[in-house]
Nanobody, 121 residues
């Protein structure tokens, strides 16, 4: 069993900052890419940022220059530093990771339960 647990969401004023954390636990042999997605009310879930096992990153155009994704492989964790927040960043943020539980076997996609980020204007 693998679990992803997010933390760090909350209510912040426009222009403020938040840092999201996500830690993976359970049966973990290797973690490939890790990512943050978000889903606003009435909208589809979208990729916010992604980081590979080699720390190569990519971002949605809407967050470039404001958000930074990072990871700590020793802690099986991924982070999202969000600066200069805007009202349109309001959404539920989900952690995602591709995890292999055993030496032999595929990487499987796992999701966290989501954490609410609300930006007031």
């Amino acid at each position: 069993q693998v679990q992803l647990v997010e933390s760090g969401g909350g209510l912040v004023q426009a222009g403020g900052s938040l840092r999201l954390s996500c830690a993976a636990s359970g049966s973990i042999f290797s973690i490939n890419a890790m990512a943050w997605y978000r889903q606003a009310p009435g909208k589809q879930r979208e990729l916010v940022a992604r980081i590979t096992s080699g720390s190569i990153t990519n971002y949605a155009d809407s967050v470039k220059g404001r958000f930074t994704i990072s990871r700590d492989n020793a802690k099986n964790a991924v982070y999202l530093q969000m600066n200069s927040l805007k009202s349109e960043d309001t959404a539920v943020y989900y952690c995602n990771a591709a995890i292999k539980s055993w030496v032999v076997g595929p990487f499987r996609d796992y999701w966290g339960q989501g954490t609410q980020v609300t930006v007031s204007s």
